[in-house]
């Protein structure tokens, strides 16, 4: 903003620093009302960044401004107070929590697309959560890689949790690990720019903001190194590359989840101290609640998964109890809250939960468990059209809702809608597909690796998308005239 009052234009946007010069002095409105200096002040805030500062000259104001810019109002506030003649710096454009400026999304993911390349090149091999081509798959099948067998070496297990880690994350340190980043001061800012809620501005002295694009990236930057601080060591021949070396233990992380794999109880308890030890100078810390150390017999929740050996030697991976009892909750809740609605109505909700469901567990031992949800749904369902239907008896119900819909199984029990034919999909129909897990140092930005993830892509369909091949086509002999 010029000392006129006049809005700069794109180019001396981008050539301006992160302090905003206001006069409050003059008067812009055309009668000559203190509307002006508002609105001038409005203008500066509504091209803010988040951090940035703006300068009063002059003025005796001390109110809270909601700029409008491009619609939006309510959303950024900033406070200042000056005197005549005197220059005031204040904290302007702080986003409202829960809520950022479009400008500030898009910087974040230009710095996301420059940062994330250079750290996925350096990312230990065993981190899974939040890396591009990585996921809980690909943790749960590392786990399922050191514990499978008669007799695995590492049968005990350091199951952890972080206490707020993304809200407890050190500044300082995490700024010490992007030496040399052009962009290290805008991430600093990023860090230090605070929340306002509930018209009090709250400083943030640790901690990433949450929900932004490139937080993720930021948490896994401040965790790199815990697994040569747990003692893990990889070997480094071309042959072997990757492979653990023997007597070490292994840790497996997924965003602020991990488990560590041991040879005994005594080095588990040596790996939590270490990890403890590292973690305390970067602001964070163990959640006692949920940390624990197990052995394989006894079972592990990882993930939503249940990672157990049981005794006939064999090393099995289900739906954990949790998980199928928060999913059964969710479809009680989904079916109460449709009980005015029709059919279709229950049929187009439901469909996408179960599918999604069911797509996340279908690399596990779960086909039991999708029996039984199936099965579990059918009285559900028969309780929402009783609730549906109050004098009608259940016979009735049966005949209107259900049937064999499908127009490839024989499955009679499908609740359906008789007018356009959909019924509700089963889980027990997603087969189950054991996921290949991700090489330990493949990343999507190396091209040498290009042929690799192309075929990784294209390995498999989810299951909602699986269609049989047409039958192939024969040619008809001509009828009439030869």
């Given at each position: ?42 203008r ?16 005796e ?47 974040k ?17 065993r ?14 099948e ?8 008669r ?114 109880r ?6 939590k ?32 998964f249940?990672?157990?050996r ?14 199928v ?18 059919s ?139």
């Amino acid at each position: 903003m010029t000392s006129s009052g006049t809005p700069p234009t794109h180019e001396s946007r981008h050539a301006m620093t992160s302090v905003l010069h206001v006069a409050t002095t003059g008067s812009d409105a055309a009668d000559g009302s203190e509307a002006g200096p508002f609105r001038t002040i409005n203008r500066a805030a509504a091209i803010a960044q988040p951090g940035d500062t703006i300068v009063v000259h002059g003025g005796e104001y001390r109110e809270w401004v909601t700029p409008r810019h491009g619609g939006l109002s309510d959303q950024r506030r900033i406070t200042y107070e000056a005197a005549a003649g005197e220059h005031v710096v204040i904290k302007g454009s702080e986003p409202v929590r829960g809520w950022e400026p479009a400008g500030g999304t898009v910087w974040k993911a230009v710095v996301l697309n420059a940062l994330e390349p250079e750290w996925e090149a350096r990312f230990e091999p065993r981190s899974y959560g939040f890396r591009p081509g990585r996921g809980c798959h690909d943790a749960i099948e590392a786990i399922f890689a050191v514990g499978k067998g008669r007799s695995p070496k590492r049968a005990w297990v350091l199951d952890a949790d972080l206490t707020a880690a993304f809200d407890r994350i050190d500044h300082d340190r995490l700024l010490g690990h992007l030496h040399g980043f052009p962009a290290k001061g805008r991430i600093a800012r990023w860090l230090a720019a605070g929340v306002i809620e509930d018209g009090e501005f709250a400083p943030s002295e640790e901690g990433t903001p949450q929900g932004g694009v490139v937080s993720p990236l930021l948490m896994n930057i401040a965790l790199h190194g815990m697994e040569t601080a747990a003692g893990a060591r990889y070997r480094t021949a071309p042959s072997h590359r990757g492979w653990s070396v023997p007597g070490t233990p292994v840790l497996i992380r997924y965003a602020d989840d991990l488990v560590a794999m041991c040879h005994s109880r005594q080095q588990a308890e040596q790996v939590k101290a270490r990890l403890a030890a590292w973690l305390a100078p970067r602001g964070l810390s163990f959640n006692e609640d949920k940390t624990q150390i197990v052995h394989l017999s006894e079972g592990v929740d990882f993930l939503g998964f249940n990672v157990r050996r049981y005794p006939n030697g064999k090393l099995l991976i289900k739906p954990s109890k949790a998980a199928v009892k928060r999913f059964r909750a969710r479809l009680r809740t989904e079916v109460r809250n449709l009980y005015g609605a029709n059919s279709l109505a229950v049929i187009t909700k439901l469909n996408p939960i179960l599918r999604g469901w069911a797509a996340y567990y279908r690399t596990a031992v779960s086909k039991q468990v999708f029996a039984s949800i199936d099965h579990t749904l059918v009285w559900t369902m028969l309780k929402w059209g009783r609730h549906r239907h109050e004098t009608k008896s259940y016979r009735w119900i049966v005949n209107r809702y259900f049937g064999r819909f499908h127009p490839t199984r024989q499955d009679r029990w499908l609740f359906g809608d008789r007018e356009t034919g959909a019924c509700l999909t089963k889980l027990s129909w997603t087969p189950i597909r054991r996921h290949q897990m991700v090489n330990a140092d493949a990343s999507p930005d190396d091209p040498t690796l290009a042929y690799y993830w192309k075929r990784r892509r294209q390995r498999r369909l989810p299951p909602d998308t699986i269609t049989t091949a047409p039958p192939p086509y024969r040619p008809r002999r001509p009828q009439g005239l030869a």
